[in-house]
Each structure stands twice: as structure tokens, then as C-alpha cells.
């Protein structure tokens, strides 16, 4: 088992920045791809962003692509998402996952998810 919980959401204002953190325990960190995904209320889950386990190959949504940032720390098993220049699309519910695989992005084959945490961007 690994317990996933994330900290960081809040409310912010279009074009400012948060830093989500995922707090790991429980089974080996480096085994895992960590990724994050998102969701509003009556829309499916959707991929964020991914980090491999030693954190030098990371894939990233359409949607977020050079404003966002994934990163990990091994040492604290902890992966971090810092977001810039959010906008009011972004608003949404974040979840942290661990994927051993990392064959696909999808939230079906994710192995476990944390609870997540609430990010508001509003105008």
C-alpha cells in the first residue's frame, strides 16, 4: 500500500502561482511514477502531469505544458506541482497518484491516489 496526501490548494487569483505538495508513505517511493490529475465536478479525472522515479523525464498535459512544473523528492518522498500563471480553467480538485507502470496516463491505471486537495482560481 502507499498513502498519498496532498497539501498546498487554496484560493488564488488568475496569473498567480501555487505549489501543490504529495506527501508518500508506505511502500517504496522510487518504485513509482508520481503523477498529478485533476477533475471538476461532471467531468471526468484528467492528467496533469508526470514524473518519472529519478525525476529526469516528465510529460505534461496540453493544458499545462509551460506553465506548470512536476518535480519529486526522493529523500522525502514527496512530489511537488508548481503551478504559474493560473487561470480560472484551472480551477479544480488535484489528485496525486502513483503509477507503477507508467505505461499510460490514464486514471484507470493508476495503483493509488490521494484525497486531494482544492485549487480556486478566480477573476
Known amino acids: 500500500q502507499v498513502q498519498l496526501v496532498e497539501s498546498g490548494g487554496g484560493l488564488v487569483q488568475t496569473g498567480g502561482s501555487l505549489r501543490l505538495s504529495c506527501a508518500a508513505s508506505?511502500?517504496?517511493?522510487?518504485?513509482?511514477?508520481m503523477t498529478w490529475f485533476r477533475q471538476v465536478p461532471g467531468k471526468e479525472r484528467e492528467f496533469v502531469a508526470a514524473?518519472?522515479?529519478?525525476?529526469?523525464?516528465?510529460w505534461y498535459s496540453d493544458s499545462v505544458k509551460g506553465r506548470f512544473t512536476i518535480s519529486r523528492d526522493n529523500a522525502n518522498n514527496t512530489v511537488y506541482l508548481q503551478m504559474n500563471s493560473l487561470k480560472s480553467e484551472d480551477t479544480a480538485v488535484y489528485y496525486c497518484?502513483?503509477?507503477?507502470?507508467?505505461?499510460?496516463?490514464?486514471?484507470?491505471?493508476?495503483?493509488?491516489w490521494g484525497k486531494g486537495t482544492l485549487v480556486t482560481v478566480s477573476s
Open positions: 514524473v518519472n522515479w529519478k525525476g529526469n523525464f516528465v
Open positions: 508506505g511502500r517504496t517511493f522510487t518504485n513509482y511514477y
Open positions: 497518484a502513483a503509477d507503477l507502470e507508467g505505461r499510460t496516463w490514464s486514471s484507470n491505471d493508476m495503483d493509488y
